[in-house]
């Protein structure tokens, strides 16, 4: 990425909010639920962006925003310029193959009645590119055997069906790659082999990968940069190892100290940053800084007018360095790890 490259996928005041209704036989309308709240984040070409933050936080609902599979309530998605919000069903079709998915569970997203080899053949099918050899060449691509198209999805293991879903999101040559926590569940012995492929097929291909996951250690290996997520919001972003290094937003630091070290002098002897609570309800968000129910450094550390300011602003992300922002009135950068 040079610093006059244009961004492959910009996205700007994405908003996303679903209703909330009553029970009983007429069912209005009683509040929303504010899963996205004005996030904004470049993915430019050839690049991973590893976008972090606990369940619910509203990554995965960010993730199919960005493919037009939810309807976006306010924002916009610009892919190569063309902002696809506002495109129906048949206008998205020509950008699907160059926007595609891999899902959470590798089971669920394949379809039980199907051989691999129409699983992965049925994309080509609907865009009148199927060809028995591209079949075979995508399941050699992932490091499967042809000679198993024949098989079910149930008889494969959990990584194996994951670089099944792979296939078939590559089916089409796509530019971009959403990966919904595509290791979250799998054996750790597995989620490296199936990391090395994402980044191997990245350099064949020249893909760019919005990489959705709650496990930092995996998205320090695999991404350029990150943009951790709270409640809605993105709270700070920045390239992956100055991220780690000065981690300037309380929300990133307790998510940093939080990870193991392998080295046990070093684990026994590194600050360790513990919230307390729960995560506010999405329905009624708190005011100002949407972190500030949880902070440590709120709770201890700032002064009532400090306090005021943080319950009544919503912080911007403001720049700490070259491609580093952080959405706190009272940011201050610490090294974890």
């Known amino acids: 990425m040079t610093a006059d490259a244009s961004p492959i996928i910009s996205v700007r005041g994405l908003v996303k909010h679903f209703p909330v209704r009553s029970r009983g036989v007429v069912r209005r309308r009683i509040g929303d639920v504010h899963a996205v709240c004005g996030v904004d984040f470049d993915i430019f070409s050839h690049e991973t962006l590893g976008l972090v933050g606990e369940s619910g936080c509203g990554k995965t609902t960010t993730g199919r925003l960005l493919l037009n599979l939810l309807p976006a309530t306010a924002g916009s998605v610009l892919f190569e310029g063309r902002d696809i919000v506002p495109l129906s069903r048949a206008q998205m079709r020509p950008v699907r193959r160059e926007m595609q998915i891999v899902f959470q569970d590798p089971y669920a997203s394949l379809d039980p009645r199907m051989t691999v080899n129409e699983i992965i053949a ?7 590119l199927y060809a028995r050899d591209k079949v075979r ?6 490091g499967l055997s042809p000679e198993h198209g024949n098989r079910y999805a149930h008889e494969f293991s959990g990584g194996q069906r994951q670089r099944i879903g792979v296939a078939r999101a590559l089916a089409l040559r796509p530019k971009v790659l959403v ?8 054996d750790v012995s597995i989620q490296a082999g199936v990391v090395n492929l994402l980044e191997d097929l990245q350099d064949e291909l020249g893909l ?5 996951s709650h496990d930092l250690s995996v998205v320090r290996h695999i991404a350029d940069r990150v943009a951790v997520m709270y409640l809605g919001r993105i709270v700070e972003t920045a390239p992956v190892e100055d991220l780690f290094r000065n981690a300037a937003h309380p929300y990133t630091q307790a998510l940093i100290s939080a990870i193991p070290v392998p080295d046990p002098r070093k684990e026994r002897s590194r600050r360790r940053i513990l919230l307390s609570g729960d995560v506010p309800s999405p329905v009624v968000p708190p005011s100002g ?4 129910t949880r902070c440590p450094k709120f709770a201890d550390r700032l002064s009532d007018d400090e306090r005021q300011k943080c319950t009544t602003e919503i912080p911007a992300l ?3 360095g070259v491609g580093h922002e952080t959405a706190c009135h009272f940011a201050e950068a610490l090294t974890l790890i």
Request: include cysteine; charge should be neutral.
């Open 122 to 128: 049925e994309p080509l099918r609907i865009h009148g």
């Open 137 to 142: 060449d995508l399941l050699q691509m992932v």
């Open 318 to 320: 403001t720049a700490r």
């Open 289 to 292: 800084c949407r972190f500030r």
């Open 208 to 212: 760019s990968y919005l990489f959705i």
């Open 179 to 186: 990966l919904d926590e595509p290791v979250s569940a799998l």
